[in-house]
T-cell receptor
Framework: GAVVSQHPSRVICKSGTSVKIECRSLDFQATTMFWYRQFPKQSLMLMATSNEGSKATYEQGVEKDKFLINHASLTLSTLTVTSAHPEDSSFYIC?????????????FGPGTRLTVL | SQQGEEDPQALSIQEGENATMNCSYKTSINNLQWYRQNSGRGLVHLILIRSNEREKHSGRLRVTLDTSKKSSSLLITASRAADTASYFCATDEAGANSKLTFGKGITLSVRP
């Protein structure tokens, strides 16, 4: 149980385009989802926390107009990287918690590798 | 400032040996968690230890927590080549709405 999926697993896009990444909790209702970014050989950095039906809370230094987060249902959150640039190339990972999965543990998706040319 | 700091940053051992990884943190926590990440993959949750616990076991894993020293250790016994991965500690800070702060990670290489 407590499986989180991400789609796509890998995306390559041109500079200036927007990319949407989906995060789904497959077998539980996630009241809270988290989005992280991980650069090569570095740790995970929390970008934002989203609660179903409300606006996301962004970490300091993360541009909310560039990284749009929508958590419209208890099983789906999306991250849209708008006007992507090469420096946005990174590994984006989501996690989910809440519902029957509990609130102490976050269940992580497999990640999305974004490459901006 | 970095909440979780693991050491060593890289560890190379022979299969069958034990691997010990340490993590230090700065603030009060609700719990501390250890995760494993294989190259280019998502995170796998290994173990969670609450702030009122001192030691926890799960299979070949043993985790200790010393809240007075704000430190934790992860011991993997009888290591296997498949244990080769990056290991991260993450702290759930008290009052931080279940946000996790990750350390920089330790790269473990287990030689067959």
């Amino acid at each position: 149980g407590a499986v989180v999926s991400q789609h796509p697993s890998r995306v390559i896009c041109k500079s200036g385009t927007s990319v949407k990444i989906e995060c789904r909790s497959l077998d539980f209702q996630a009241t809270t989802m988290f989005w992280y970014r991980q650069f090569p050989k570095q740790s995970l950095m929390l970008m934002a926390t989203s609660n179903e039906g409300s606006k996301a809370t962004y970490e300091q230094g993360v541009e909310k107009d560039k990284f749009l987060i929508n958590h419209a249902s208890l099983t789906l959150s999306t991250l849209t990287v708008t006007s992507a640039h090469p420096e946005d190339s990174s590994f984006y990972i989501c996690s989910a918690s809440g519902g029957l999965a509990g609130f102490n543990e976050q269940f992580f998706g497999p990640g999305t590798r974004l490459t901006v040319l | 400032s970095q909440q979780g700091e693991e050491d060593p940053q890289a560890l190379s051992i022979q299969e069958g040996e034990n691997a010990t990884m340490n993590c230090s943190y700065k603030t009060s926590i609700n719990n501390l968690q250890w995760y494993r990440q294989n190259s280019g993959r998502g995170l796998v949750h290994l173990i969670l230890i609450r702030s009122n616990e001192r030691e926890k076991h799960s299979g070949r894993l043993r985790v200790t927590l010393d809240t007075s020293k704000k430190s934790s250790s992860l011991l993997i016994t009888a290591s296997r080549a498949a244990d080769t991965a990056s290991y991260f500690c993450a702290t759930d800070e008290a009052g931080a709405n279940s946000k996790l702060t990750f350390g920089k990670g330790i790269t473990l290489s287990v030689r067959p």
